[in-house]
């Protein structure tokens, strides 16, 4: 879930989505995927050499090897998810977001190249703050600190998550289908259903399901599932596009943002490595590993991440589209806060400490696993 | 799930890291075997195995090219110019002038690193700076943030949902940065 | 082995004539090595004119600088290093003229089309193998810089990691993955054409 700008520069890896959590087989299957095979669509921009042929490789050639179910992703809702990443529409809204009973609005402002910016009206302790993400840079200003946290990330980067994104439809491990229409702050949107493919799962377990709108390629609603249901919901209650916004590129700078706050630069170097000796040997640490996964995740990757003096090591876990981050590195102050294995679990953020060869080590879980097996997981580590 | 040193056979992403190394012979006996294994049962990975080594040999085959028929003509003009100012500059400033040139030629390799090395510095700086500042007494609601390590992480993950339009940052900021209050309810 | 002994022992020997104001070393060096540099700086900046103009530029600066050229070092690395400085000085100058000539390039969509792969064997697609050179070359320029400087060096100039870590002063890591960085770049665009060749 974390990551892409801890990754080095051009390396050839999968990049992530979203952030929730993902379990598996005993889901209530939200929408019955339907099969749309053989169908041929047309791609917006295509090179003239392949003018006249359709497109192939989306969803309706899963690969043979993972035979299980004969279930496809419609083409026009791949096309029409595809066109999110290239949307070059500028728009204005006021956006509602909900996690669990905790609701926040934002004001919204949207441009070309996935650039937003989200400015905080509630809850309070979000009120004044600022969101802005651009094609190299995420800015995040707090007011109450007057601080601006800035990360930047190689050009991309988008590009990247789109390839993942396709990559897992082609391969059949993700569907896409359409599963209807609705009009979201008086624009028609079409819904498109994305599910992670699992064996004995007529229609696969829902992910996210997102509004679009077809005529700009702009997410109107964005809700992310878990295997128990809805988890977050962010939707529009108004939205002006084009012209009538009167969103400018400035609206998306830092130049935009409080002069006056301090900037602080998030981690800013990472490398991937192969195996966990590198990793152990590169932090100084013995890696503790989850002898839980919950089922449906694997091992994505492992990085070191240089912060400071201290290096950490990152191990990420990802089904589909939803992603979870290992962060462990030695704890190098006698008497840090750090709590013992935990209890209880603690959504989003969790930090404990474990001994490990002598060595303290802190491990930090971010994620949006369903309680039980968060912390399962955590309590598993070895 | 993860075993040390293992793929796991599914797991193509962890093929895909390390396929450079595979095509470059620079894999251990155990990973070589391990990841021909995974190939036998994945086509898209051995196309890709495939694709690479065809990019490489494409590589090492490009046409060569030569350069024009009064290359060498044009050269000796440029280094007779050369020698011409040179000479001039002798009696008076002959090192100085040298100097320069070298300077000049050490600048180009200088110069790419110098913004890098600034930039560098500010970013040490302000991390050094923040260490201390950013344990102490954070409001309620941000209370959790153990260390400035943690809090870090946390903002790395909200700019990596922020990038993806299927993310949605505004849920994930209500997500790690829950209001205190709500947090024992939240967790029985 | 003994053939890379040779050429080192005859480039030691011209370098030490050229040293001692002997022309027809230098130009004997410059016959040795123009057409690996041109080479090299064409796939670098993509200009024929350019190109030549940058070679000489290299062989000029080589010749001023000679007496200051370490004799452990091999002078195929030498020059290239002088090139590479030279082509990253022209690509910082090129991209300060275009900031304020062109209209940003639009960085996501452009790539995201290229990026599709088609593994179909369609005739159009064998066709264009003829023209892979083509593709090849506009890959390589779609690189970043770094990224096209190794795998320039590498796969085509067949330089070694520790001559191409002594070059850019970089870790033999960071060269390593930089190969195989740029490699698996140059195989992602150059995926559909081919897919049709395997």
Same mark, same amino acid.
């Given at each position: 879930m974390i990551n892409i700008y801890l990754l080095p520069k051009g390396s050839k890896i999968k990049y992530a989505l979203g952030a929730l959590a993902i379990v598996v087989? %005993?889901? %209530? /299957?939200v929408v019955s995927a339907k099969a749309q095979l053989g169908r041929t669509f047309k791609r917006a921009h295509k090179p003239a050499a392949h003018a006249s042929r359709p497109l192939r490789g989306y969803g309706y050639r899963p690969s043979k090897s993972k035979a299980s179910q004969q279930v496809y992703s419609d083409p026009r809702a791949v096309n029409l998810l595809l066109q999110t990443f290239t949307s070059h529409a500028f728009y204005k809204g006021v956006q509602h977001t909900q996690v669990g009973s905790q609701i926040s609005v934002q004001n919204v402002m949207g441009g070309p190249q996935g650039r937003l910016r989200l400015d905080y009206i509630s809850p309070p302790r979000f009120a004044g703050d600022v969101m802005v993400t651009a094609p190299k840079t995420f800015l995040h200003y707090i007011s109450t600190k007057q601080r601006t946290y800035v990360t930047h990330w190689p050009a991309g980067k988008r590009m990247r998550i789109a390839t993942r994104l396709r990559t897992l439809i082609r391969n059949g491990k993700l569907l896409v289908t359409q599963t209807g229409w609705q009009e979201i702050a008086g624009v028609n949107c079409t819904i498109v259903r994305i599910a992670r493919n699992v064996a004995g799962v007529p229609g696969g377990v829902t992910q996210r399901q997102v509004w679009i709108d077809p005529a700009n390629g702009i997410i109107l609603r964005n809700e992310r599932w878990s295997p128990a249901g809805i988890q977050s919901v962010s939707y529009f209650t108004s939205i002006d596009m084009g012209g009538?916004?009167?969103? %400018?590129?400035?609206?998306? %700078?830092?130049? /935009?943002?409080?002069?006056?706050s301090h900037r602080q630069r998030i981690i800013n170097q990472s490398t991937r490595v192969l195996s966990l000796e590198a990793a152990e040997q590169s932090a100084g640490i013995h890696v503790l590993l989850p002898a839980y996964i919950p089922a449906g995740y694997h091992i994505n990757g492992i990085w070191t991440v240089h912060h400071g003096k201290l290096t950490s090591v990152l191990m990420r876990y990802s089904a589909g589209v939803n992603h979870f981050s290992i962060f462990e590195h030695q704890v190098l102050r006698r008497g840090s806060s750090y709590p013992h294995p935990p209890l209880r679990p603690r959504a989003g953020v969790q930090t404990w400490r474990q001994e490990a060869d002598g060595t303290t080590i802190a491990i930090t879980y971010i994620g949006s696993l369903a309680p039980s097996d968060q912390i399962t997981m955590e309590r598993s580590f070895r | 799930m993860i075993n040390r040193k293992n793929i796991p056979n599914d797991n193509c992403d962890m093929a895909d890291a390390l396929l450079p190394q595979f095509v470059a012979g620079e894999l251990s006996a155990r990973q070589t075997w391990q990841l021909e294994k995974h190939l036998t049962s994945c086509r898209d990975c051995s196309l890709k195995v495939e694709q690479l080594r065809q990019t490489i040999g494409l590589l090492q085959n490009c046409t060569k090219l030569d350069t024009s028929d009064d290359f060498m003509a044009k050269l000796h003009a440029r280094i007779d110019a050369v020698d011409a100012s040179a000479e001039d500059f002798k009696s008076s400033e002959q090192r100085t002038s040298f100097r320069d040139i070298f300077k000049r030629i050490g600048s180009v390799r200088r110069v790419p690193g110098l913004p890098i090395g600034v930039a560098l510095g500010v970013a040490a700086v302000l991390m050094i700076s923040l260490i201390p500042g950013i344990r102490p007494s954070q409001s309620a609601a941000n209370a959790?943030?153990?260390d400035a390590h943690t809090s870090t992480v946390v903002e790395a993950q909200l700019a990596q949902t922020a990038a993806d339009p299927l993310g949605d940052a505004a849920a994930d900021q209500l997500v790690v940065h829950q209001d205190s209050s709500t947090l024992d309810n939240s967790n029985p | 082995m003994v053939a890379v002994g040779n050429i080192m022992h005859a480039d030691f020997a011209l370098v030490q004539r050229a040293k001692a104001q002997d022309r027809a070393a230098f130009n004997e060096i410059v016959l040795r090595y123009k057409s690996k540099v041109y080479n090299y700086i064409f796939r670098q900046v993509g200009s024929a004119s350019d190109a030549e103009d940058l070679t000489q530029e290299t062989f000029v600066r080589a010749y001023l600088s000679i007496n200051s050229f370490q004799s452990r070092a091999s002078l195929n690395t030498w020059l290239f290093r002088i090139a590479t400085n030279l082509c990253i000085d022209q690509g910082r100058k090129n991209q300060r003229t275009r900031s304020f000539l062109a209209p940003p390039v639009r960085e996501d969509e452009d790539s995201v089309d290229q990026d599709i792969p088609d593994s179909s064997f369609d005739p159009q697609i064998l066709a264009l193998n003829s023209e892979l050179g083509v593709k090849l070359e506009a890959a390589l320029r779609s690189l970043p810089e770094k990224l096209r400087t190794v795998i320039l060096l590498y796969d085509v100039e067949g330089l070694s990691y520790d001559e191409i870590s002594g070059i850019l002063d970089c870790p033999l890591g960071t060269i390593k993955s930089r190969i195989f960085n740029a490699r698996s770049a140059l195989r992602e665009k150059l995926a559909p054409y081919l897919q049709s060749v395997v």
């Open positions: 087989c %005993t889901a %209530t /299957s009538a916004s009167g969103v %400018t590129m400035r609206d998306f %700078t830092v130049a /935009s943002l409080p002069a006056n | 959790y943030q153990p | -």
